[in-house]
């Protein structure tokens, strides 16, 4: 799977993930309930509760940027293994979690938001120890899969479990926190894996353990229980394995027939596409007859949601080729250590992370359908950029870092205003419309992978020739970013709350009307 990067002004894409497991804001006054049960506690306890949280938020931003930079040391470390063979690493993480996450928000649901936020530290850390020691490479793609159920359970609970032990008047400041921890780990993320892969790409994996162990201890004992009831029960959600099952096989099949495209005869590539098709029409058609379906159908009749739910799948596709070509094109092509390669690609994420609190701003200014598009112009100049002056001789400077700069910036317009789409949703739907945004990032990464194996996994090509297919990926999706964003419509309502907010945090509290500094927005 491969990460975003994390933006300070996206009010949806800082609390998608909370919102994915149908959390609502707590409603207890301040002061009279303690983290033990669940409502605002003790200033020391709540900032305890917000560290053990922004740990978890932080391994999992880093592991996915990690996994990334290493990919061309792992293949070295499992030759003679192909790119096809080593992008299952990354496209197993992205497949099981594109599929887990609607589940996992329900699991959160039904058994509290502590028990899930646990155990899943529990299974991520358990099978980043199975990475680290895995002897062979299908052993390593089982564990990053079994990884990335673990990830499905904490990306749903980690913000609403801090959420629910600080008052009204500190929330804006905490999301902003756990945003920002989120920022570090994307900005941070290549350098320091860099340095690991350094010595071994085991310690990516192993590198996890001491805080996982930390956060584990910690966990158990400051973590808020299931909070009693407050103004009734919530009701139980009816399980949907059927659906689970049948999302997992489409993408599977899909991206699998994608992957080994390059290997397999054209006719079973073709036999495997169309079972993988099958499956997803089967999954339509199951999810409109589901009285409690994954995804509520209704959602998809909005345009503004339906644009902003494709155009996140297509600038992901690209996301997968702009990252792994350019990592490739250092590595393989101008012979980049990989600390060198990591170092050359940190630009993209710090340039998000400076430009990220102006996008807001901008959206309110310019509207929705505006930054979109303007960021998708962007996109698609930094993927065409390498292919217009790239050389056999290396060019950072002329090359990559216009590329990086570009693509930084793009970054900071595409992602908050798409994920801004689940304001256009009724509000009744906002948590299910909000984690069906979030699925599609992941089943966008899923596909860019196997799109970008199948693309440079034709060995017949030699030279830069063998990234012009990745660039080209790059270009074609940003022109369908483009166009899913000016599908969207002028105003959706999150960003214009965002341009008011004073900080990162402010704009999430605002837009779900718990900021004291007023503002609209949904209320639960």
Not at 58 to 64: G, R, V, Y
Not at 199 to 209: A, K
Not at 464 to 476: E, K, N, P, S, T
Request: charge should be positive; aromatic fraction near 8%.
């Amino acid at each position: 799977m491969l990460s975003p990067y994390i933006h300070a002004a996206s009010a949806h894409e800082r609390h998608q993930a909370f919102l994915g497991a149908g959390g609502d804001w707590p409603t207890a006054p301040a002061g009279t309930v303690t983290p033990a049960t669940g409502g605002p506690g003790t200033g020391r306890q709540r900032w305890a509760v917000l560290a053990v949280v922004s740990a978890a938020q932080f391994l999992i931003i880093l592991d996915l940027w990690v996994v990334n930079i290493a990919l061309p040391a792992l293949q070295r470390d499992f030759a003679p293994s192909t790119l096809p063979d080593v992008s299952w690493i990354l496209d197993a993480y992205a497949i099981v979690l594109a599929a887990l996450l609607l589940p996992a928000g329900r699991a959160a649901d039904s058994i509290g938001r502590r028990e899930c936020f646990l155990a899943g530290l529990v299974i991520f850390g358990a099978a980043s120890l199975g990475c680290a020691a895995a002897p062979d490479l299908l052993l390593l793609i089982t564990c990053r899969a079994l990884q990335a159920a673990g990830a499905a359970m904490l990306m749903p609970t980690s913000l609403g479990l801090a959420l629910q032990v600080f008052p009204s008047h500190q929330r804006g400041t905490a999301v902003g926190i756990w945003a920002g921890v989120g920022a570090m780990a994307a900005g941070s993320g290549p350098v320091l894996g860099g340095l690991l892969v350094e010595s071994s790409w085991r310690w990516i994996f192993l590198i996890n353990l001491p805080v996982i162990l930390t956060a584990l201890a910690a966990g158990v004992a400051i973590l808020p229980r299931r909070p009693g009831v407050v103004n009734g029960q919530r009701p139980g959600r009816r399980a949907d394995g059927a659906g689970t099952v049948l999302l997992l096989g489409a993408v599977g099949l899909v991206c699998g027939a994608l992957t080994e495209a390059p290997r397999w005869p054209p006719a079973r590539t073709w036999q495997v596409l169309a079972a993988g098709l099958v499956l997803g029409a089967a999954f339509v058609a199951h999810i409109r007859r589901h009285p409690d379906p994954l995804a509520a159908p209704r959602l998809f009749s909005v345009r503004a949601f339906r644009a902003g739910a494709a155009g996140l799948v297509a600038y992901y596709i690209g996301f997968a080729a702009m990252l792994l070509g350019t990592t490739l094109l250092l590595t393989e092509q101008w012979r980049f250590s990989i600390l060198q390669a990591a170092v050359s690609i940190a630009p993209g994420p710090i340039t998000a992370g400076i430009v990220s609190p102006f996008s807001g701003r901008l959206s309110a200014r310019f509207g929705v359908r505006g930054t979109v598009a303007a960021g998708a112009a962007l996109f698609a100049a930094a993927g065409a950029w390498p292919s217009a002056s790239a050389g056999d001789s290396p060019a950072y400077a002329a090359v990559v870092l216009p590329a990086m700069l570009l693509w930084g910036v793009a970054n900071a317009l595409i992602q908050p205003s798409l994920f801004a789409c689940a304001d256009a949703a009724p509000r009744a739907e906002l948590a299910s419309a909000s984690a069906v945004l979030a699925t599609a990032r992941q089943l966008g990464s899923a596909l860019g992978v196997a799109t970008f194996a199948a693309v440079l996994g034709d060995q017949t090509a030699s030279g830069l020739a063998r990234f012009d297919g990745a660039w080209i990926v790059v270009v074609i999706t940003a022109a369908i970013t483009a166009v899913a964003g000016l599908a969207i419509g002028r105003r959706i309502g999150v960003p214009e709350v965002a341009a008011k907010a004073e900080t990162a945090g402010d704009a999430v509290a605002m837009a779900y009307g718990t900021s004291p500094r007023g503002g609209g927005g949904v209320e639960f």
